[in-house]
């Protein structure tokens, strides 16, 4: 399987940005379905944003987050991004990000179709 490690986050002021990396080890990116999670203090993980393997750029985004945040890759570099503007106290949360090894056309934000996690970054949004 492959490894996954994110990285980029902190603490930021409410209205601030963050970009979020999710590098891969032992295998190529490139054909995994990539989507990110994040969990709050005593709520339940949830599906933030998505990003289809390959070439074709399929994305999907919870509406909490939606216009607010992006999801990009990097296949040269082994990376996807999330990209957060517009930060929220409500969304201070552990993010993670999965890799599922899948077909360009799919893409989710279940947190059970996916089989590789990272241990998480955690974002804290207050003043």
């Known amino acids: 399987q492959v490894q996954l490690v994110e990285s980029g986050g902190g603490l930021v002021q409410p209205g601030g940005s963050l970009r979020l990396s999710c590098a891969a080890f032992g295998g190529t990116l490139e054909y995994y379905a990539i989507a990110w999670f994040r969990q709050a203090p005593g709520k339940e993980r949830e599906g933030v944003s998505c990003i289809s393997s390959e070439d074709v750029t399929y994305t999907t985004f919870a509406d909490s987050v939606k216009v607010r945040f992006t999801i990009s890759r990097d296949n040269t570099r082994n990376v996807v991004y999330l990209q957060m503007n517009s930060l929220k106290p409500e969304d201070t949360a552990v993010y993670y990000c999965?890799?599922?090894?899948?077909?360009?056309?799919?893409?989710?934000?279940?947190?059970?179709?996916?089989?590789?996690w990272g241990q998480g970054t955690q974002v804290i949004v207050s003043s």
């Open positions: 999965a890799a599922e090894f899948a077909s360009s056309s799919w893409c989710g934000l279940d947190s059970a179709d996916f089989s590789s």
